[in-house]
Each structure stands twice: as structure tokens, then as C-alpha cells.
């Protein structure tokens, strides 16, 4: 063997070992997907489709944790609940369509 031959097999060998060295990271990457990235926009998805399915009657909890009743909807992304009856008169408070965190079932206010 000469000197070159022992080159050639010495840069093979690094080749493979630094290609080895990236697999770490590349997993990590991959794990942090699944665990982290994927979840998430899961739950983007579900939160745009239940605003989008919002409909006047829809009794709603805003992320400021108010509950109440939608009245009107705007095409400009603005909802109207009602909160609460003063003298025979609906309390309406203007939100934005992003602020429902969550819809409940039929009556629940009655049951509040």
C-alpha cells in the first residue's frame, strides 16, 4: 500500500462519519414537527372552521371569557353578542369573529 491508497480510504471514511454526525440533528428537527409544529396548526385549522361555521343564535365563550348569544354578524369579521337583558332591553357588545374561543350547546346560558 502507498500513501495515496491510505488517502483515499481515510477521506471515504470521514465522508460517512460527518454525514453520521448531521443525523442527530436532523431527527430533532423531525421530532420537533411532529411534537410541536404539526399539533399546532391542527388546532389553526379547527379553531378557522368553527369561526367560519359561527351562525346568528350560536350561544359562544370570547376569549375574555365572556359568554353570550349571537345577535348580528358583519361581513367585516365583527360579531354582536348579547350578554345580558336590562329592563326588558338586550346588553350587546361588539367582538371580533377571532375572539370565540369556543361554541356551546344550545341553553347553556339559561343554565348559567
Known amino acids: 500500500m502507498n500513501f495515496v491508497d491510505l488517502l483515499g480510504v481515510s477521506l471515504a471514511q470521514q465522508e460517512g462519519a460527518g454525514l453520521m454526525g448531521f443525523l442527530p440533528i436532523i431527527l430533532m428537527f423531525v421530532v420537533l414537527y411532529f411534537l410541536m409544529i404539526r399539533p399546532q396548526m ?31 354578524i ?11 337583558d336590562l329592563a326588558a332591553k338586550p346588553v350587546e357588545i361588539l367582538v371580533q369573529r ?5 361554541v356551546l350547546p344550545k341553553d347553556t346560558i339559561k343554565s348559567l
Do not use: F, P
Not at 368553527?50 to 365563550?61: P, Q
Not at 358583519?74 to 345580558?84: C, R
Open 74 to 84: 358583519s361581513d367585516a369579521g365583527y360579531l354582536t353578542l348579547e350578554v345580558a
Open 98 to 102: 377571532q375572539a370565540v374561543t369556543a
Open 42 to 72: 391542527k388546532r389553526q385549522k379547527d379553531h378557522k372552521n368553527m369561526v367560519d361555521n359561527l351562525t346568528v343564535g350560536s350561544e359562544v365563550v370570547t376569549a375574555g371569557g365572556i359568554v353570550g348569544r349571537i345577535s348580528r
